[in-house]
């Protein structure tokens, strides 16, 4: 996730005027962009675009060839009142449920973060990674093999979850999160792509839950292997974890900070503390040769990478940027 750290310029916002209800599509295009653009929403129109044909129920494509096309009362004020919502900040993915990730659609709730596109590359790295020791992506399913296991901590909406049990047939998924709703949502999302079934959703902090070699005893929370017992079971572990420094909320968009859950966004009071906790929980279950994918907060990935000692059997760690330059996903291999 990225969170340009930049004010919110308004201090007052302005009033906006609202003309009679729209008639038709061009009507209803012309006053939600006036609206916005009065409250200085970024990209405007694309947001007036995307609320209109959530509203009328129609793609874009329907839209542009029927902007004479007559639009009833009722559904003229529901496009207002998501305008209205949208000039004081909400989300336009909250306000129409949905945000896409890795070509799937997700449902968003507010209390998911919403996916972003920077994300993807963690899931581009994770598979490069898998791809390098000759583990098939979707396309090519070939002959039954060992079962992969994998997991996703702070699973949000699903979206890591959901694609990498996507794109990796022969995977069994472990999504956890420590928001029961968030869980709700991913679950929902999973069942929509049809791998709910290959999906274990686990309330518990961080991997708390997973230190079990028996996927059957995953109900229990919050518990600790017994002694001697080999844990060590996950190909792959992937988390976006919560990595804005507690004193950045004000430098916060306001979409981001008055609207996204902020268990999803904080993660202390520098920031990097859940990556601490989250590497030495991997550690121990991790198998020999496992990898761990982990998207990066702004500025952390110095901090991040020095948690990464060799002594502790940590190799191969490097970091990816995104497309905008800022080190973006960091993986290392464990070996034991
Ligand atoms: C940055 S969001 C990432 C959501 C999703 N994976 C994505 O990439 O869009 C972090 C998620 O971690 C969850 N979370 C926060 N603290 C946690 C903890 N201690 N243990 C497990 N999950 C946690 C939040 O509820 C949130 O869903």
């Known amino acids: 996730m990225r969170f340009s750290c930049r004010h919110f310029k308004l201090a007052v916002p302005p009033t906006i005027v609202a003309n009679s209800n ?33 509203a009328l129920g129609r793609d874009r494509a329907w839209i542009y060839s029927h902007a004479e096309e007559s639009v009833d009362p009722a559904t003229a004020e529901r496009f207002l009142a998501l305008i209205a919502r949208r000039a004081t900040g909400e989300p336009v993915q909250y306000l129409i449920g949905k945000q896409e990730f890795w070509g799937l659609e997700f449902e968003v709730t507010p209390a998911v973060l919403i996916p972003r596109p920077e994300t993807e590359h963690l899931m581009e790295v994770a598979l490069a990674r898998l791809g390098e020791r000759g583990i098939k992506i979707h396309m090519d399913t070939g002959a039954p093999r060992e079962k992969l296991q994998v997991a996703d901590v702070g699973t949000g909406s699903g979206c890591l979850a959901v694609a990498l049990a996507w794109e990796l047939p022969h995977a069994e998924v472990f999504a956890t999160d420590i928001s029961a709703p968030a869980l709700e949502v991913a679950r929902r999302n999973a069942a929509r792509h049809g791998v709910v079934e290959r999906i274990h959703f686990l309330q518990c902090d961080l ?9 059957s005893n995953l109900g229990a929370r919050h518990s600790v292997p017994a002694s001697g017992q080999d844990v060590s079971h996950f190909d792959l572990i992937v988390s976006n974890p919560p990595y804005i420094a507690r004193n950045d909320a004000a430098l916060l968009e306001r979409e981001v900070r008055d609207h996204e859950p902020h268990s999803a966004l904080f993660g202390g009071p520098t920031g990097i503390e859940m990556y601490q906790r ?33 002594r502790h059997g940590w190799t191969n760690v490097a970091i990816t940027m995104d497309l905008a330059g800022i080190p973006r996903v960091l993986a290392a291999e464990l070996a034991r």
């Open 207 to 215: 991997l708390s839950s997973l230190a079990y070699a028996d996927p």
């Open 278 to 310: 989250l590497i030495d929980q991997a550690r121990d279950l991790l198998r020999d040769r496992g990898i761990l994918v982990l998207e990066l907060g702004f500025d952390s990935a110095e901090h991040v990478r020095k948690l990464f000692d060799a």
């Open 22 to 54: 729209p008639t038709n599509v061009l009507a209803a295009l012309k006053e939600g962009m006036a609206q916005l653009r009065v409250a200085q929403i970024p990209a405007h129109t694309l947001a007036t675009e995307l609320l209109l044909m959530h």
